[in-house]
């Protein structure tokens, strides 16, 4: 008996002493500045959140989060917020972000981060992102970003990460997302519409700016889906811009893989003339119940690079042709190599290559521009490559009723998309990568 007492007892006490030595460890950066703000982030363990205070400060390096999940939250990205200017021609990043193979919850929220004109394009991003593959606990939201005139990457996020970028505005001349998935592992691995394993970008408003008047013709896009990517775009605003797939061409490395791109609105303002408001070059997905205001020469428009290779690069080939003779294409007898290697429409490549078109329906424009071939339904269009001297078109590989569906108001086959808003929008944790639940956050048992 006295045991079973003895035991109890400790039980209790233990309980106690872990009740009363939990807290939500938050730490406040003594001022706005890198310096401060790194000094904060150095003193904190997973799952702190450091607090920035409003002002404005220039930041000549950047503040780095390195092995831990550490929240970082400014104290708004409007007037009378954290106002944080780049200075220097370096690349670095306002934020550099690699967690290691931590798992839970991490967010970043409340700031203004504006880069001047330095004549440097950061193309390795403002935010760069990394994380174990299929880290479902990271949210970037609230957040405003300004460039200049230099064209820069606004956030980078890398091996298929798959949190939430949402509420954020992205503004200038920019290219707002550059989304890197796990290359040929993407398009080898099995694809499910409509889950959890995606990256979300969701309730954004992007403000591209091309030029002051007379407008230089310069395009901007809201992303860049390369080595693969599963993304889902969903109900943003996207005014003088496009969403866009890489294709292998350019840079020899896999092209965009997957994409769900639905109830967004793309807006040409006046005296902007926008090529087109969505740009397939590769890979699969859906689009739906998005809409097009003002003038896109094509609202949705589509192209197979290897239909018009070989393409060269600094003396390297990256691509040859789709015509029967690349392993790389499925090369299906009497098509012209068809299925091309990471073409619209396909899943896998070479000899294990599958169709997977991709589905269109619901979306609408306002019938003034080339893009709604004349009524409110926008024109899917097989673009011609114009590159010279190539200049042809790809129809022979990528082809209405096979490579893609045009649906008209009816929605894919099986299709359910996943749940919106996003669960990591109420500020609860999300899931670990393994799928289990996360431990409740910023919980710590303290001495003394």
Known sequence: MEIRFAKLLMMVVAAVTFASGVEAASRNAATCSSADVQRAVDSSQNGDTVVVPAGN??????????????????????????????????????????VGNQTGYMEVSGFWLDKPATGVQLYSGFV??????????????????????????HI??????????DHNVFEGRFGGLLIRGLSESDWTSPLTLGSADWLFVEDNTFNAVPAPSPYDGIQFGVNDLQHGGRVVFRNNVVNNAFFQTHDRMRTGYAAGHAYEIYNNQFVAQPGYAI?????????????????????????????????????????????????????????????????????????????????????????????????????????IVDDSVTEAPYNRPTSSHVQPGRDYINNGTTPKPGYTPFAY??????????????????PPRNLRITTG
């Open 156 to 165: 980078v996020v890398n091996y298929s990460i798959h949190g939430l970028i």
């Open 275 to 379: 090529h087109k408001g969505v740009e397939l070059n590769s890979g699969t997905g859906v689009v739906y119940g998005n809409s097009f205001t003002g003038w896109f020469n094509y609202a949705i428009g589509m192209r197979d690079y290897k239909t018009a290779g070989p393409w060269v690069n600094n003396g390297t080939v990256n691509v040859l042709p789709c015509n029967g003779s690349d392993p790389l294409d499925q090369n299906v007898s009497g098509q012209s190599g068809w299925r091309c290697q990471y073409q619209v429409g396909t899943h896998n490549f070479g000899a294990n290559t599958i169709s997977y078109p991709v589905y269109f329906w619901s979306n609408t424009c306002d019938g003034d521009d080339g893009g709604c071939s004349g009524g409110s339904q926008p024109g």
């Open 128 to 153: 760069q992102v990394y994380g174990p593959v299929g880290w479902k606990n990271f949210r970037y939201h609230h957040n405003r970003m300004t460039s200049a005139n230099d064209r820069d990457w």
């Open 421 to 438: 808003p996003h669960p990591l929008q109420s500020g609860a944790g999300g899931s670990s990568s393994l799928g289990t639940p996360e």
């Open 57 to 98: 400060c220039t930041w000549g390096d950047q503040v780095s989060v390195v092995n831990k999940t550490v929240s970082l939250v400014g104290a708004g990205s409007g007037a009378g917020g954290t106002h944080i200017v780049y200075s220097g021609t370096d690349q670095h990043a306002f934020f550099f972000i690699n």
